[in-house]
């Protein structure tokens, strides 16, 4: 089944920086002179009720070894959980792209199972977590970090993390997009403050503008494709290179179904993932 399998693309930098593609594990070195260079260990993970992604990266030649799940799962905290232990690593934040509509964020479960995780949302997302924030922040574990992009459209509160630039940091660089950009498509813009005007600005401001090898990784994908690059979605994707005004009309015409887990969804993620307790902010 799809959905107990971890799923990553195995990438490896030559000084050439060739990057070939499997189903498994990752550790990615970068090319710097330093013997003690930091590596990214990374897992693409997959929950298949909600179609959702779900992302572990840890800085593994830290000692800590400290890492980050983007997007996590609610059904699928114990084997993330489980993971991050078979792997020796210190879980140090739990992060959300965004007030997901179609599942329950795993965020407030993993709190309670592992004490001093540290929950992060986009201070514009209205929700409760441990740590807000704000466009031009960097999340740092270990050596490497990550930089915060806001792209709403989506929802209000939607922002993308990505890779670090340096060449102590990975190469080519990823983006973690949330719903703001899916591959060959986007996320819907009719509830939750959502705006087609805006999220073609963010796409077109903040994703299409970094270089065009960069790896692109959604939260959600319906067709199994697992990841793509900036270059192939400005070429390809049938809705974010029209121009605005038609982008703007194929999105007011997708007649999509309400999401059937909104109601209880949103509420939840709201206050972290827990219907009845709310996470306490540091």
Do not use: W
């Amino acid at each position: 089944m799809i959905g107990s399998f971890s799923f990553a693309c195995f990438i490896c930098f030559s000084p050439k920086q060739t990057i070939s593609f499997a189903l498994r594990s990752t550790m990615v070195s970068f090319p710097t002179s330093s013997s003690s260079s930091p590596k990214l260990l990374f897992r693409q993970l997959f929950e298949k009720e909600s179609s959702t992604y779900t992302y572990l990266l840890a800085d593994f030649s830290h000692p800590d070894k400290p890492a980050l799940l983007i997007d996590p799962v609610d059904k699928t905290v114990d084997r993330d959980l489980r993971l991050v232990k078979e792997l020796g690593l210190k879980l140090i934040y739990a992060m959300n792209t965004h007030v997901h509509a179609d599942h329950i964020t795993g965020t407030g479960l993993i709190k309670g199972k592992a004490p001093g995780v540290k929950s992060v949302i986009s201070k514009a997302s209205g929700s409760k977590a441990d740590v807000f924030v704000e466009p031009g922040d960097k999340i740092f574990f270990g050596n490497l970090f990550l930089e915060v992009r806001a792209t709403p459209g989506h929802t209000l509160g939607c922002v993308t993390y990505v890779t670090g630039e340096g060449l102590d940091q990975p190469q080519p660089r990823m983006a973690f997009t949330g719903d703001a950009l899916l591959i060959r498509g986007c996320g819907r813009t009719d509830f939750q403050g959502g705006s087609s005007e805006q999220l073609y600005k963010s796409v077109h401001s903040q994703i299409f503008t970094l270089p065009k090898d960069t790896l692109l990784y959604p939260a959600h994908d319906y067709k199994g494709f697992a990841v793509t690059t900036v270059a192939e979605e400005m070429l390809y994707n049938p809705r974010l290179t029209k121009d605005e005004e038609t982008f703007k009309s194929i999105m007011e015409n997708l007649n999509l179904p309400k999401p059937k887990m909104i109601d209880v969804a949103v509420p939840a993620n709201r206050v972290c993932g827990l219907q009845d307790l709310e996470c306490k902010a540091s």
